[in-house]
């Protein structure tokens, strides 16, 4: 796909409306609704009011049975959901308070819930693996995406980690989105619309090469953080460094080892940022019943690594950390083993990801009530 494609969506210099607020008075945004919106969405920050109310059509809404067992589905007036043990019309749902509980034709009790963001992302309609939910809180916390900042960031995939920087930054923020492939910027767009009602004003996505595009469109020392999530981002040394401004924070989302080492040392060299940091978490359950407290018998362990550095000011050289001489040079047969392939990272069909893509934006066709209170 060429470099000069771009496609924007719902970017914050379109004058979209954007939400001021003090402690006392906040102003109110409207903003065009979705495919089948019946008109204006929100009061108040944007995609706010899609998380409170009754539960309307369209929306995606979590049961849970007597037995603990989840399932997600959306709803359609007239639907109904079916299992082994009778069925459930979607019209008992629609028009009730979130946390109801709901009888199926059989007797059978259901649990009812908007789902959290940790709970759409990992259900979302994908065409990529999605930053989970343990390793999105980490960037946003660890790279200190705050309510207004300027974040720019590379490798999209689905738009898991997009959502937890809209959220971030706010409305009056600016997000922009780098990704290669339309597919996945379809997909991304339409997870995201849905989230958060309709297109976010602090938005931008754009299609084309990180190291190309951010350069033409965004103006030096301009950007206040930089998240990548893609398997060279040694090689965006460069166009981070023009863009970011001084002090500002790079974050990197990588999955293996070699990609970690050769990105920090990549960063070393440079002398433009400081010393790195890296580090990877793991989130383990525990199943509390009774005194039978222990930790659950799976966790989720290794995602990826992150990898976290600063831009220092122009003319100023990082200081280097002493250490002992040890390996940090690359031959031939290094550099074979951070092809896509060799890291595991699996193709995707076209099939797989238009599909993908009509799950997320038929997502977005929820029927809002902009008269609907909590």
């Given at each position: ?186 997909i991304a767009r339409g997870n995201v ?62 999955a293996t080892v070699t990609q970690l ?114």
């Open positions: 796909m060429s470099s000069d494609t771009a496609a924007n969506a719902s970017p914050a210099d379109t004058g979209a409306a954007k939400t001021a607020a003090t402690s006392t008075t906040a102003t109110t945004s409207t903003a065009a609704g979705p495919a089948g919106s019946t008109g204006a969405i929100s009061a108040g920050p944007v995609g706010a009011a899609r998380r409170r109310g009754p539960f309307r059509e369209g929306e995606r809404v979590q049961l849970t049975d007597e037995r603990g067992r989840m399932n997600t589905i959306s709803l359609e007036a007239g639907g109904a959901f079916h299992t082994h043990r009778g069925f459930l019309n979607h019209d008992e749902i629609i028009g009730e308070p979130d946390g109801s509980v709901v009888v199926n034709n059989v007797g059978q009790q259901y649990q009812t819930l908007r789902p959290l963001l940790s709970d759409f992302v990992l259900s979302m309609p994908r065409g990529a693996a999605v930053v989970y939910p343990k390793d999105a809180g980490q960037i946003v916390t660890m790279a200190d995406i705050f309510p207004g900042a300027r974040v720019v960031e590379a490798g999209v995939g689905s738009g898991a980690l997009s959502i937890s920087l809209l959220r971030a930054v706010g409305d009056n923020g600016y997000l922009h989105s780098f990704e290669r492939r339309e597919e996945f910027a379809d619309e849905t989230i958060f009602g309709g297109p976010h004003p602090a938005w931008k996505i754009s299609l084309g090469d990180f190291q190309e595009e951010v350069v033409r469109t965004e103006a030096p020392g301009s950007v206040d953080r930089v998240v990548l999530d893609m398997l060279a981002p040694w090689e965006c040394l460069d166009a981070v460094a023009t863009v970011l401004a001084p002090g500002g924070v790079w974050i990197n989302y990588v080492s050769r990105t920090a040392e990549a960063i070393r060299a440079d002398g433009r940022f400081t010393e790195p940091d890296a580090w990877e978490s793991m989130v383990r359950g525990w199943h509390l019943e009774g005194l039978a407290v222990r930790p659950d018998h799976r966790m989720v362990a290794h995602t990826g690594f992150l990898l976290v550095t600063r831009r220092l000011a122009d003319g100023v050289t990082g200081i280097s950390v002493k250490r002992r001489p040890s390996k940090t040079g690359f031959n031939e047969e290094d550099v074979n083993a951070w092809t896509p392939g060799a890291v595991g990272e699996r193709a995707v069909s076209d099939k797989k990801l238009r599909r993908a893509a009509r799950d997320a934006i038929a997502g977005t066709n929820v029927k809002d009530d902009p008269d609907a209170t909590n």
